[in-house]
């Protein structure tokens, strides 16, 4: 099988381009499914704080016997921990939860803008960056306004912004952003949780690569530059996920894949609102 790709963030370390998200894994599942996953090859795992299975993924990881080095684990800071003392503790929280002595990326998971902290939060990452234990540090669901004031406010650019992105909602504007600052897009629901299984377009891409529509869609991802965390608990989804290293959409087949944006698209919540 081909090798997985990777992107390199912009304070020099290597993300894979295909994660596990484990959003609405039961935390009793978790060991079995991150297990599952690193065995098929996987080396990136997506949790967070609020999905309740920190310490699911953390037994998986131990579980699979991969060393530490070579996996990616990211996890996320909840809305409500916003705030320099409430973040350290957090983050204490999560690394004893997932049992590691340190994360790949640690994301703010929202920007939650009417509590007007995700600045002073932003600093307490940079000094959780600089203890070592997380090698990486970045943001969720921010948008344009989101990260001018960040950066304006603090002179560091995140590594990663982790938002909403699948062929029905592409965010072409916010992804501009990300690439004339040299922060790369990592897309949540992928796959449009499970949507883009069901369009005709892309059935009939995949039909012609002899491959599975969520195989086209995440290729989509890859040749695209993005990251992508796709969910599932069902083995034989995970490894299929994965499978999608030996094989190339033409770029006609990605302009048609384009051509199904739509700015009614989002599933999720506007960040803006979002608390
Ligand atoms: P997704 O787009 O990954 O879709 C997942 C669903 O698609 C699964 O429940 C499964 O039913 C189906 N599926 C997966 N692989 C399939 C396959 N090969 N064939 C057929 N069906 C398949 O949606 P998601 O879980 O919402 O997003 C993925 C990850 O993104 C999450 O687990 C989480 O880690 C992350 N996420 C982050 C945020 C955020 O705010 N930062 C929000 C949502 C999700």
Do not use: C
């Not at 699911?56 to 699979?64: F, M, Q, Y």
């Not at 990452?125 to 070592?132: A, D, P, V």
Request: positive net charge; without cysteine; aromatic residues 8%.
């Amino acid at each position: 099988m081909a090798q997985q790709t990777h992107i390199r963030l912009n304070d020099g370390i290597d993300i894979p381009q295909i994660g596990l998200g484990v959003w609405q894994v039961e935390n009793r599942d978790a060991p079995k499914v991150v297990k599952a996953a690193i065995d098929a090859g996987y080396r990136s795992i997506d949790t967070a704080a609020i999905y309740g299975n920190e310490e699911g993924v953390g037994a998986g990881i131990r579980a699979a016997r991969v060393p530490r080095e070579q996996l990616f684990v990211t996890t996320k800071l909840w809305n409500d921990r916003h705030g320099a003392k409430n973040t350290f503790k957090a983050f204490d929280e999560s690394l004893k939860k997932l049992q590691l002595a340190y994360v790949d990326l640690y994301l703010i998971h929202w920007p939650t803008p009417r509590a007007n902290l995700y600045v002073e939060t932003w600093q307490a990452l940079q000094e959780i960056k600089q203890s070592g234990r997380a090698k990486a540090v970045g943001v969720s669901n921010f948008k344009v306004p989101h990260l001018e004031r960040l950066i304006g406010e603090t002179g560091i650019v995140p590594a990663i912004n982790q938002i909403e992105l699948h062929p029905r909602f592409q965010q072409k504007a916010q992804r501009e952003f990300h690439a004339r600052h040299n922060i790369v897009t990592e897309s949540w629901s992928p796959l449009g949780q499970g949507r883009v299984m069901k369009d005709p377009l892309i059935a009939g891409i995949a039909q012609k690569h002899g491959r599975t529509p969520a195989q086209v869609a995440l290729r989509w991802h890859i040749q695209n530059g993005f990251v992508a965390i796709p969910k599932s608990v069902t083995p034989s989804r995970i490894v299929e996920n994965f499978q999608v290293f030996d094989f190339e959409l033409t770029e006609d087949e990605m302009e048609k894949i384009t051509t199904l944006d739509n700015n009614r698209g989002r599933i999720g919540p506007d960040p803006d609102l979002f608390t």
